[in-house]
């Protein structure tokens, strides 16, 4: 995998959480490669990817990150993980992957991707298995309201 | 997206040629999405009739509500069917209906494919208020 191929997803995930979320902080970490399986950190936003490109992409969070973010984005204190921060948080991936699909489409001189409807993996100590593919990249984005891990792995369709 | 702006009351839509409110329908697999719109529609003064939540359901809402709609925002990736299915769908009803496509997936060929198709405009999510509104007064006075 190319690590070209990570870098539209965190600038579209700055750009988007800062849009949604004026005055936040986000600071991009060190990218690294995981083996997989690896460990959710509780509330991991799933799609996948498709068209001249093929893979997933998974955006991974605690769930006190996923309903601080989720209040942010409503304007309103939520309590806890209910259906309103479910479906705010995959939006929030649906929307950093489609800008980022938009960004690969021009870099990479007209390719285009699909990608599915987000699903929300739910659950401490669950491990993120994938069968088809042994390493993702990640970059962490460190916030003022907790981190979120992006893990990508994507390659040229065969 | 939060509307918080002072300016919240000044974009309005005005009537349509009935001297009535712009009436409207919402396509979004997002709960979040859709809450958002609706509230953002309805700042504009337009009524919201109407809600789907994947390109079957925004079929079946044309055939039942077709008639009374002013115009629809239709996402693109949603489950059963997605948004660019469900336009051909849609306009095979209705074909005059105005549709405004709402989606983060801004690729330009995806772009060039809704016009093709038939759709007004395209919004990239994540929005600006004032870009809907323009977008939407361009489609219905245009
Ligand atoms: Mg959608």
Known sequence: MKAEYINPFVTSA????????????????????????????????????????????????????????????????????????????????????????????????????????????????????????????????????????????????? | MVVTTDDEHLLTLGNNEDGEPFKCAVVDDSAFMVKNLVRMLESFDAEVIATAENGKEAVALVEEHGDELDFLTLDITMPEMDGLTAL??????????????????????????SVMKGAKHFVVKPFQREDVFNRLEKVLKG
């Open chain 1, 14 to 158: 700055i750009s988007t959480l800062k849009q949604f979320i004026p005055g936040m902080e986000v600071n991009r970490g060190k990218l690294a490669v995981s083996s997989a399986p690896s460990q959710s950190l509780g509330t991991a936003t799933y799609i996948g990817i498709s068209g001249d490109l093929e893979g997933r992409v998974i955006y991974d969070m605690n769930r006190v990150t996923a309903v601080k973010i989720a209040s942010e984005m409503n304007g309103e204190k939520i309590p806890g993980l209910n259906e309103l921060v479910r479906s705010t948080i995959q939006e929030l991936g649906n929307i950093i992957t489609g800008n980022a699909s938009a960004k690969l489409h021009k870099q990479l001189d007209g390719k285009h991707i699909d990608i599915t409807p987000p699903s929300l993996i739910v659950g401490e100590d669950m491990e993120i298995s994938d069968s088809i593919s042994d390493k993702y990249l990640q970059v962490p984005l460190e916030t003022n309201l907790g981190n979120i891990i992006i893990n990508v792995n994507i390659k040229e369709s065969s």
């Open chain 2, 88 to 113: 051909e769908e849609i306009l095979k009803i209705e074909p005059e209906l105005k549709v405004l496509m709402v989606s983060a997936m801004g690729q330009e060929d995806t772009v060039k494919e």
